[in-house]
C-alpha cells in the first residue's frame, strides 16, 4: 500500500491482547491516532500489555466498548475478537473498513514474507523454515500466531529480510491487500467451528492467503489434501508447488516434493534432488514429513543448498508443547502435546506412538467431532482422562468403548493418568480443545502439565 497515511488519520483498533497492542505501539509510532478498545474488564488484561500502553500513550478503554469506537477511518481487530461480535458488525454496519493486524502490519514491511497457514503444523513448519533460513545467513524474522506479533518486528525489517509469518485463519479473515511472496497451506480440517457458521466458511478463510498473489508469487500445497487440492483450482495466480508422499505428484506441477523410499526428494525444471532420508528426521511422524517437505521447496525456491536444508533437518528438535517428551517416570513416559487443540491434530498424535496411551482430552469445545479419532483412540490408547468444559462431552462419547475418568483440574488429570499408566506406556497430553476454560492459551496449559509433571 502507498502511504497509509494519506489514505487515514485515525484508527481504532478492537483488542488488548498480544497482537492488538503491537498493532498500537506500532501506528501511534508511524503518527496515527490511535485507540485501543478491549471489552475485558481491566483486571483480566495482561498488566504489562497495560504498562505498554499507557507508556506510549495510547487512548484507550477496557470493559466495554463505546461509541468512541466508531469515530475512526479505519478498524484494526485482533484475531481474538470474532467477526460476528457486536463491536465487528457495528462497524461494519456504520460503512467502516475492518482489517486485521497482519495487514496493517504488511504496510511497512520491506522483506519478503513466506506465510504459513493450516488447520494443523503451522507452528511446526513455521519454526523450521525459520531455523533454515537463519543458519543459511538470512537476516531472518519468525513471527505471527507463533508467538510474537508481525507488527513487533516490521521497523527493523528490509529488502533483504525473510519473514516466516504463521497466520490463522482469523487473521487472514481481514486481509485486504497482504501479499505474501510464498503462500503455504499445509492442510484443512474441521476446526474453530465455534467461530463459523460452516466449515465451508473457515475453508475460504484459509484460502484467502492466496488472493493477492500474482505470477511472481508461489503458492506452496499438500497434494494429498483434497480439500486444498480441490481449491487449488479456483483462480490461484501465484506459481504452484505441491507436496505429497507419492511420487505421483511431479506431474501435477512443475516444482515440489515427495517421498520415495523414505527419501525426501525436490523436483523442479531441472530435475530432481534427495534431499534427505526422513528417517533421520529428529521429529517423527507423518505430519512432520509434510511440514519438512513445505520447508524444502521454500528453501529452495530461494536457492538455498541442500547441504544447509539437511543440515538444519537433522538437528531439528521441534517445537514447545507439540509431541514435546517431558520426562520417563519408572518406565512410563510423558508427552505435552498442547498445542492440539482440533481432533484432526490429536488424530496425527495418536498415530505416532505403538506405545499403550493413557490420553488426557478435552478443553474448550469447538464443535469436535470425535468419531473422526474413535478408529485410532480404540488402536492406540487403554484409558482417557476427561478435562474442562467438555469433559463430560468426551466422557458420554468414549464410555462405552474404553475406560474414561474426569478430572476436576489438571493436576487431578496428571495424577489419575500416572496411577492408570505402566511401565512401557505413555501419558499424552493431546486435548482436541482450546485451552481458555482453564488456562491463559494453550502454552500456560502445557506449562503446568510439565510443572504437576516434573513434581510427580
Known sequence: MNNPLN???????????????????????????????????????????????ETCNIGHEFGSHSSRVYDADIIVVSPGVPQNSEVITTALGKGLEVISEVEAASWFCKGKVIAITGTNGK??????????????????????????AFSDIVEDTDENSIIVLETSSFQLDNIKEFKPFIAICLNITPDHLDRYD????????????????????????????????????????????????????KDKTESGAFVDNFDLIYYYYMGEENIIDTQNLIIKGQHNVYNAMASVISARIFGI???????????????????????????????????????????????????????????????????????????????????????????????????????????????????????????????????????????????EFKKIVNSL
Open 305 to 447: 543448498e541442500k547441504e544447509y536444508i539437511r543440515k538444519t533437518l537433522e538437528n531439528f528438535k521441534g517445537v514447545e508443547h507439540r509431541l514435546e517428551f517431558v520426562r520417563d517416570i519408572n518406565g512410563i513416559k510423558f508427552y505435552n502435546d498442547s498445542k492440539a487443540t482440533n481432533v484432526n491434530s490429536v488424530w496425527y498424535a495418536l498415530k505416532g506412538f505403538n506405545e499403550p496411551l493413557v490420553l488426557i482430552l478435552g478443553g474448550k469445545d469447538k464443535g469436535n467431532d470425535y468419531s473422526q479419532i474413535e478408529n485410532e483412540v480404540k488402536e492406540h490408547v487403554k484409558h482417557i482422562i476427561a478435562i474442562g468444559e467438555s469433559k463430560e462431552k468426551v466422557y458420554n462419547y468414549f464410555k462405552d468403548i474404553l475406560p474414561v475418568t474426569m478430572a476436576e483440574n489438571m493436576n487431578d488429570a496428571v495424577n489419575t493418568a500416572a496411577s492408570a499408566a505402566a511401565k512401557n506406556e505413555v501419558v499424552l497430553l493431546s486435548p482436541a480443545c482450546a485451552s481458555f476454560d482453564m488456562f491463559d492459551n494453550y502454552e500456560h496449559r502445557g506449562r
Open 123 to 148: 507452528t511446526t513448519t513455521t519454526t523450521l523454515i525459520g531455523e533454515i533460513f537463519k543458519d543459511a545467513g538470512y537476516k531472518t524474522f519468525v513471527c505471527g500466531n507463533i508467538g510474537t
Open 7 to 53: 489514505k487515514f488519520k485515525r484508527i481504532s483498533i478492537i483488542g488488548a491482547a498480544r497482537s492488538g497492542v503491537a498493532a498500537a505501539k506500532l501506528l501511534k509510532k508511524k503518527g496515527f491516532e490511535v485507540f485501543l478498545s478491549d471489552a475485558s474488564l481491566p483486571g483480566k488484561i495482561d498488566p504489562e500489555f497495560v504498562k505498554e500502553i
Open 198 to 249: 460452516s466449515f465451508e466458511k473457515y475453508l475460504e478463510s484459509k484460502m484467502k492467503i492466496t488472493d493477492n498473489q500474482n505470477s511472481s508469487d508461489y503458492f506452496v500445497f499438500n497434494y494429498d489434501d483434497e480439500l486444498v487440492r480441490k481449491s487449488v483450482s479456483y483462480g490461484i495466480n501465484a506459481k504452484q508447488s505441491a507436496f505429497s508422499l507419492y511420487p505421483s505428484v
